[in-house]
């Protein structure tokens, strides 16, 4: 393993943020695999490429007033080519037309990403990801659907995905004990 694998990868990570937030929908090609799969449980959406995810983040992102996404406390394992990473993220989402249905203009959320990445010849890219909201609050009407999702709040925890066997870096380290 490069002792930057690790480095790199968090910066993809992070990469992934300030795209989103700054809507440089061109960069999500240095984030993301051409093939990849998005399972987005927050906006009840699965994408099996890069093009549809792209699409339906920016029309979904270009219609909100302002947004705001934070990763942190990654958690990365490489082995070889292929890298396992999970870091919890924070989204604020603001819709300032939604303040007069009464409930405010903004919407927070809390969960994580289970990402599988790979070494490309561009360097390391997300070829899977999974994210699961934890907790949300705020005016869940802020969260109109764009084409493909189907936005729900339903919460996930962790420890129940851990047990149905889903988390892969947890399980690379609960294979690393047995051995």
Known sequence: MNTNDKTEIIQVINLYALVLDSQSWDLMDQVFTEDATADFGPAGALWKNL???TYG????HESLDN???SMFGSVV???GDTA???TY???LLVRDAAAEEGDGNSWTGRGWYDDELVRTEKGWRIKKRVCRLVNWSGNPAVSQPAPG???TNDTFVLKEYKEEGKSRLLKMFADKIDK
Not at 57 to 60: M, Q, S
Request: proline content about 5%; glycine content about 4%.
């Open 89 to 91: 993220g924070d989204w």
């Open 67 to 69: 947004h705001m996404h």
């Open 57 to 60: 983040f920016k029309v979904f």
């Open 51 to 53: 093009e549809e995810f």
């Open 77 to 79: 394992e490489v082995d």
């Open 84 to 86: 396992h990473a999970f």
């Open 149 to 151: 999702q189907t936005p």
